[in-house]
């Protein structure tokens, strides 16, 4: 992570991949960032999610800090994709868990699928 305006280094993930392996989120490849809106429209409470995912369609949420990461969710179920997801789009998180309430993802399988946060397991 970077510091914009200083240009400067304020974290490093060497073994991101290991790391969210040992939390139970076994990435193939990292999908996208994304800064994601508080409960509120006017939240100005921002966190950073990381994106990840492995070949068989799965997706990975995990918070990105400072101090390091932590998995939030697992999203994939038979109605969504059957190979590596490449796109993401997210939308305001839920308050108490901290997952986004909904998903929009794109995979190499061709399919646009929608996820509510009902339909994500923590």
């Not at 993930?13 to 006017?42: H, M, W």
């Amino acid at each position: 992570m970077f510091h914009a305006e200083k240009a400067a280094t304020m974290a490093s993930f060497p073994n991101i991949r290991e790391e969210l392996t040992k939390q139970g989120a076994p990435s193939d490849f990292l999908i996208d960032c994304c800064y994601v809106q508080g409960p509120t429209r006017n939240s100005k409470n921002q966190t950073l999610v990381l994106a990840s995912g492995d070949h068989s369609g799965s997706l990975y949420l995990s918070d990105v800090t400072l101090g390091g990461l932590r998995k939030l969710c697992r999203i994939s179920n038979a109605l969504g994709h059957s190979s590596d997801i490449r796109s993401v789009a997210f939308s305001t998180r839920d308050p108490s868990s901290g997952v986004p309430l909904f998903l929009l993802t794109g995979g190499e399988d061709g399919n646009l699928a929608g996820w509510v946060s009902d339909s994500i397991s923590t």
